[in-house]
């Protein structure tokens, strides 16, 4: 079975500064996506950003983008020029190619603090 | 803009009741999910929904069921509420094709 894991439960930032959120996940499939998804305090969770596992090019949105390591099974989230706003929690997730299966594996999330 | 509307925010049911949690979305998504968002333990699947009046258990699905008699409603039925089903629960739908979750706000209940 897959599974994630967010080994930071809290991370803290410096405005304008950058930061990096860890997830690495175990797999046997060679195709998969990755996601990462902020849930602000207003409680809606957002997609992020996302990457096939076939693409090598890491994917970037803006100011977010990742480090995929596809032999290490990691992908990390780096955030640029971090503002008031990135304050959330951010959870990675991992989902199966696979025919026939729908859901999607979360990892325990990572608070992240934007100081002023 | 699409939406994944919850119908409360809030609510707090005695233990024992019968609880009802509905989930409305717009975007005509085959594939709908209840989940429960407890701290430490992050997103766990209650169940899914891939048609109209299928359904399919997640990783933990006892004591809860489902309902989904329209392809835009998903319902999550507390059938004897207890107290360690005091937990945020989150809807998501997704399109049946490669692509993120859309969420709705989520429900925080209490049962006391």
């Known amino acids: 079975a897959q599974t994630v894991t967010q080994s930071q439960p809290e991370m803290s930032v410096q405005e304008a500064e950058t930061v990096t959120l860890s997830c690495t996940y175990d797999?046997?499939?060679?195709?998969?996506?990755l996601f990462w998804y902020k849930q602000p305090p207003s409680r809606q969770m957002i997609l992020v950003i996302r990457q096939e596992a076939y693409k090598q090019q890491n994917a970037t949105e803006n100011r977010f983008s990742v480090n995929f390591q596809k032999a290490a099974k990691s992908f990390s989230l780096k955030i640029s020029d971090s503002q008031l706003g990135d304050a959330a929690m951010y959870f990675c997730a991992y989902r199966s190619t696979t025919s026939g299966t729908y859901k999607y594996i979360f990892g325990t999330g990572t608070r992240l603090k934007v100081l002023a | 803009d699409v939406k994944v509307t919850q119908s409360s925010r809030y609510l707090v049911k005695r233990t024992g009741e019968k609880v009802f949690l509905e989930c409305v979305q717009d975007?005509?998504?085959?594939?709908m999910f209840w989940y429960r968002q407890d701290p430490g333990l992050g997103l766990r699947l209650i169940y899914f929904s891939y048609d109209v009046k299928m359904k399919e258990k997640g990783d933990i699905p006892e004591g809860y069921s489902v309902s989904r008699e329209k392809k835009e409603r998903f319902s999550l039925i507390l059938e004897s509420a207890s107290t360690n089903q005091t937990s945020m629960y989150l809807c998501?739908?997704?399109?049946?094709?490669?692509?993120?979750?859309?969420f709705g706000s989520g429900t925080r209940l209490t049962v006391v």
């Open positions: 797999t046997s499939e060679s195709d998969y996506y």
């Open positions: 975007m005509d998504h085959e594939n």
């Open positions: 998501a739908s997704r399109a049946d094709r490669p692509g993120g979750y859309t």
